[in-house]
């Protein structure tokens, strides 16, 4: 099995050195030593967006490399220099969502076979057996989603990220992510069986703290990706 990878904490009170913005600025002048403290503060990040939107594989160690490239490349398009995190967190979703749209497209042309999610990869060693079994539910109903509705489900229920949050990682109006949500919801008490009555579905949140190495809370305020 491969290494969990961890959520790493953006906020520049948690980690020793300089700011975020200070960072971003000898960044943005060609400071290689800048550009390396960023990635190693925030790769960890982006390591659980990728493992979690991806999951584990290639595919997720390559992004995780091309989203520090176009991050360090596109320092310009930062509008709020301490909000590196954000910025980089917004890349990771975007060019997530990208990449599975081109899998789940060989996919049906024949052109890839289909990647089995290894799902105790994702879950916590620790999971109760019933959690366990709701997670693996759940992971497998996310796998049968169209791309959009499955990535706005995964940023709010496994990443916690707030609605504003998830229109910015995304580009797209506060509406419409409330719109995916609820028919991700619904497709997700379609799929799994599990509504109101029965405690699972739409009417709760997915068991996160059942998530391997689910990202922390990200700080606001980013450039455009």
Known sequence: ??????GSAPRSDRAPGPSDAELVSSARDGDRGAQRAL?????????????RM????????????DVFVLALGRLGRL????????????????QAQKRYRRRRIAERLGLAGRDEQRFDALISPDCPPDVRSELESTYRALERMATPLRTVLLLRRVEGMQLT???????????????RLTQAEQELVRLTGRG???????????????????????????GRA
């Open 1 to 6: 099995m491969e290494p969990e990878p961890r």
């Open 39 to 51: 990635y190693l503060r925030h790769v960890g990040l982006v390591k659980g967006l990728a493992y």
């Open 54 to 65: 991806l999951g584990p594989g290639e595919d997720a160690r390559d992004l995780v490399q």
């Open 79 to 94: 509008e709020h220099a301490q909000a590196f995190a954000s910025y980089v967190a917004s890349i990771t979703v975007r």
């Open 165 to 179: 949050e998830i229109a910015e990682a995304c580009d797209i109006s506060l509406a419409t992510v409330k719109r």
């Open 196 to 222: 109101p009555e029965s405690g699972g579905g739409a009417s709760r949140d997915l068991p996160v703290r059942a998530v391997r190495g689910r990202s922390v809370r990200r700080s606001r305020r980013g």
